[in-house]
């Protein structure tokens, strides 16, 4: 069901994030995301020629993890091709400090911690929710029908349908089930 017809409006400002998943021949596992920013208007900005112009990318910023089965990270790659300031893609760089980080319960605080704030880039750190959940999205078929439900376990408590005493729980993952409602 969409959402209800909204008020009349003008769009100011449009956003797209785009995550995929790759398999490599090698095994490894890529996970792309891109994000752009537009507005819809042009904005004054001396950086970038005196103005970035209505619907020319306003930042348009790229990175791939290139992960295992565990999750572990092995690659990192960024870029930002399009940012409000020159000094924007000299940061990119500092994301390679995610090399060697699990994704999983606590990465997204690590990853702060490596990278956040002046460390690194709000826009880039914005990505690494979504590559997370692609990340998991991409590897839960493998994962689920190669996999111990030690690591499928990982979903108990992770959202309403995931609760250990929901209906899903206690047909799917039945181990983990218990008609107790989780603590908060």
Known sequence: MP??????????????????????????????????????????????????AGGEAFHDISLRLTIDQDFLVHGVESVIDAAPARMCAGIAGVFKQLEGTRI???????????????????????????????AIQTLWPVNNAADSSERRGGLINSCHTWAQNSEVVKRALPEFYTPDPPST
């Open 3 to 52: 959402l209800p017809k909204p008020a009349r409006r003008t769009q100011h400002h449009h956003r797209v994030v785009n995550c995929v998943g790759f398999l490599r021949a090698d095994g490894l596992w890529d996970i792309e995301g891109r994000m752009t920013d537009t507005k819809a208007y042009d904005v004054d900005n001396e950086e970038r020629d005196g103005y970035v």
């Open 104 to 134: 999983g319960p606590g990465w997204l605080r690590q990853t702060r911690e490596l990278v956040g704030g002046v460390k690194g880039c709000t826009h880039l750190n914005e990505l690494l929710q979504p590559l997370a959940t692609t």
